[in-house]
Antibody, heavy 124, light 107 residues
Framework: QVQLQESNPGLVKPSGTLSLTCAVS?????????WSWVRQSPGKGLEWIGE???????NYNPSLKSRVTMSVDKSKNEFSLRLTSVTAADTAVYYC?????????????????WGQGTLVIVSS | DIQMTQSPSSLSASVGDRVTISCRAS??????LNWYQQKPGKAPNLLIY???RLQSGVPSRFSGSASGTEFTLTISSLQPEDFATYYCQQSHSAPPTFGGGTKVEIK
C-alpha cells in the first residue's frame, strides 16, 4: 500500500525558508490523487496547507498562499513544500498526506494515508 | 472558512463504555465529514468518511451519523486501544478544516 515519508529539516531560522520533501512509495505519484501538506501545532490544531496534482496543479490555503509553493518530481516519486518568511508561529509537526477523491461525482474526499510527520522548529 | 466545533474537548470513560463525540459545522456541509483517530506521537488515521462510511480495516464498533450540521462519532464498546484523540474534518468546501479534537482518556 502507499506509504509517505517526510524529510527532516529540523530547525529553521526566523525569516528563513522551510523546505520539506515527501517520498511516496508503494504506488505512483502520477495516479489520480492529490497530494497534500497538513501541519499540527498546539496553538492552531490541524491546518491544511495545500495540495498538488501530478501535473503540477495546486490549491493553497488562502491563509498561507502568499508564502507557499508546492512542486512535484515524478521521476523521484516525490512532492515538496516550500514556506517562506517563517516565524515561530510556523513551528509545527508537518505531515504529507494523500488526498483521496472517490464517488460517482468525485465529490467525496478524505486524507489517507498520512506520513509519520516531521517536527519543524523555527528558532534562531 | 467553515468552522468545525467538537464537543467535549475531553472525556473520561471505561473499557466497555459507549462513547459519543460530537462535531458541529458552522454551515451546511452535506455529509462531507470525516473522522480521524490520533494516538500520541503518531499521525492521524482515517476512521470514517462521508459521515458514516467505515474505512476498510476499521473495527465495526466505530460508527458515524449525521443530522443537519451535527455529526456524531460513536464507539459502541470502548477498547483499550481506543484511548486517543479524535478529530472531525469537513471536505465540503476549500480549505478543508478540522475540529479542535476530543481526547478520550481512561477513567
Amino acid at each position: 500500500q502507499v506509504q509517505l515519508q517526510e524529510s527532516n529539516p529540523g530547525l529553521v531560522k526566523p525569516s528563513g525558508t522551510l523546505s520539506l520533501t515527501c517520498a511516496v512509495s508503494g504506488g505512483s505519484i502520477s495516479r489520480s490523487n492529490w497530494w497534500s501538506w497538513v501541519r499540527q501545532s498546539p496553538g492552531k490544531g490541524l491546518e491544511w496547507i495545500g495540495e498538488i496534482y501530478h501535473d503540477g496543479g495546486t490549491n493553497y490555503n488562502p491563509s498561507l498562499k502568499s508564502r507557499v509553493t508546492m512542486s512535484v518530481d515524478k521521476s523521484k516519486n516525490e512532492f515538496s513544500l516550500r514556506l517562506t518568511s517563517v516565524t515561530a508561529a510556523d513551528t509545527a509537526v508537518y505531515y504529507c498526506v494523500r488526498s483521496v477523491v472517490i464517488g460517482i461525482n468525485e465529490d467525496i474526499n478524505f486524507f489517507d494515508p498520512w506520513g509519520q510527520g516531521t517536527l519543524v522548529i523555527v528558532s534562531s | 472558512d467553515i468552522q468545525m466545533t467538537q464537543s467535549p474537548s475531553s472525556l473520561s470513560a471505561s473499557v466497555g463504555d459507549r462513547v459519543t463525540i460530537s462535531c458541529r459545522a458552522s454551515q451546511s456541509i452535506n455529509n462531507y465529514l470525516n473522522w480521524y483517530q490520533q494516538k500520541p506521537g503518531k499521525a492521524p488515521n482515517l476512521l470514517i468518511y462521508a459521515a458514516s462510511r467505515l474505512q476498510s480495516g476499521v473495527p465495526s464498533r466505530f460508527s458515524g451519523s449525521a443530522s443537519g450540521t451535527e455529526f456524531t462519532l460513536t464507539i459502541s464498546s470502548l477498547q483499550p486501544e481506543d484511548f486517543a484523540t479524535y478529530y472531525c474534518q469537513q471536505s465540503h468546501s476549500a480549505p478543508p478544516t478540522f475540529g479542535g479534537g476530543t481526547k478520550v482518556e481512561i477513567k
